[in-house]
């Protein structure tokens, strides 16, 4: 497998031809950032898709004047706002860091490029953006039908470490309850 991570995370998907793998290695820059960095603010246009090699990122939003955390990733998982990397519109979402991260980016309109000349590039692409249609579709289903507790365990083995690593507030916002819910998870009570 490529040693760069992102590469790597489309051959899993699709095998690559050497070319492909260079061009797209090309693209893909690397930043060491602190905890706090805004990867994306609210109103911004997303141009960039990122890939979190080492630390812990989350999207959130503003809803009735409380920050709702809509996702994370952590340790070799991708991060963007979709809605805006694919209409070019103004982003109501936002990326921030959780903690200090290896964060691995690249633009969206490049790979884009890449994909029309490298058709194998293209599938992994589809692919990837597949298996996050079935990431969202798992995670409204998991809200509309799963118990605060049941919902608590999936993020532990969607993001593992994770409740070890992020503000309990944050977790209690992407669980939609409370952090007093999540103590009682926690200690067994619920």
Same mark, same amino acid.
């Given at each position: 497998?490529?040693?760069?991570? $992102?590469?790597?995370?489309?051959?899993?998907?699709?095998?690559?031809?050497?070319?492909?793998?260079?061009?797209?290695?090309?693209?893909?820059?690397?930043?060491?950032?602190?905890?706090?960095?805004?990867?994306?603010?609210?109103?911004?246009?997303?141009? #960039?898709?990122?890939?979190?090699?080492?630390?812990?990122?989350? $999207?959130?939003? @503003?809803?009735?004047?409380?920050?709702?955390?809509?996702?994370?990733?952590?340790?070799?998982?991708?991060?963007?706002? $979709?809605?805006?990397?694919?209409?070019?519109?103004?982003? @109501?979402?936002?990326?921030?860091? $959780?903690?200090?991260?290896?964060?691995?980016?690249?633009?969206?309109?490049?790979?884009?490029?890449?994909?029309?000349? @490298?058709?194998?590039?293209?599938?992994?692409?589809?692919?990837?953006?597949?298996?996050?249609?079935?990431?969202?579709?798992?995670?409204?289903?998991?809200?509309?039908?799963?118990?605060?507790?049941?919902?608590?365990?999936?993020?532990?083995?969607?993001?593992?470490?994770?409740?070890?690593?992020?503000?309990?507030?944050?977790?209690?916002?992407?669980? #939609?309850?409370?952090?007093?819910?999540?103590?009682?998870?926690?200690?067994?009570?619920?």
């Amino acid at each position: 497998m490529h040693s760069d991570p $992102v590469i790597a995370a489309f051959q899993r998907v699709q095998p690559l031809p050497d070319e492909a793998i260079a061009d797209l290695e090309k693209i893909i820059s690397e930043e060491h950032l602190r905890k706090g960095t805004e990867l994306l603010r609210i109103g911004q246009v997303a141009r #960039n898709m990122f890939f979190i090699r080492n630390g812990l990122a989350r $999207v959130y939003y @503003h809803r009735q004047d409380k920050e709702v955390t809509d996702y994370f990733a952590i340790d070799g998982q991708f991060i963007g706002a $979709v809605p805006s990397l694919i209409t070019q519109q103004p982003s @109501h979402k936002a990326i921030h860091l $959780v903690e200090d991260s290896d964060v691995l980016m690249f633009p969206v309109k490049a790979l884009d490029e890449l994909c029309a000349r @490298h058709h194998d590039l293209e599938r992994a692409s589809r692919r990837m953006a597949l298996f996050g249609m079935l990431q969202g579709q798992e995670r409204i289903e998991s809200l509309r039908f799963h118990s605060a507790a049941e919902r608590y365990a999936l993020l532990e083995r969607t993001y593992p470490g994770i409740t070890n690593r992020c503000p309990l507030h944050y977790i209690a916002s992407y669980l #939609n309850t409370t952090p007093v819910s999540i103590s009682r998870i926690r200690a067994g009570v619920q």
